[in-house]
């Protein structure tokens, strides 16, 4: 039973940071692709990066250069830093990954 909970969440202004984590806990057979998401108010759920088991990344284009996705495997959590905070960034993020989502963590982003 794998359940994964996002933490780091919070309020920030324009152009601040946020580290979001993803911490993976149960019974893991091996080690698969992870990935966060988010949704802003009254739109439909996007892809904003992955990373594969090997480590390779990939990220939507509206995120990339500020948002970085990296994994500590020794401790099963996956993280998502976000420099650059922009309003349009503003939503829940969901962790996702071993055919599970997260509860979802909120980030707001004011101008």
């Known amino acids: 039973q794998v359940q994964l909970v996002e933490s780091g969440g919070g309020l920030v202004q324009a152009g601040e940071s946020l580290r979001l984590s993803c911490v993976v806990s149960?019974?893991?057979?091996?080690?698969?692709?992870m990935a966060w998401y988010r949704q802003a108010p009254g739109k439909q759920r996007e892809s904003v990066a992955r990373?594969?088991?090997?480590?390779?990344?990939n990220y939507a284009d509206s995120v990339k250069g500020r948002f970085t996705i990296s994994k500590d495997s020794a401790k099963n959590t996956v993280y998502l830093q976000m420099d650059g905070l922009q309003p349009e960034d503003t939503g829940v993020y969901y962790c996702?990954?071993?055919?599970?989502w997260g509860q979802g963590t909120q980030v707001t982003v004011s101008s």
């Open positions: 996702n990954g071993f055919g599970m």
């Open positions: 149960g019974t893991l057979l091996r080690v698969n692709t």
């Open positions: 990373i594969f088991s090997s480590g390779s990344t």
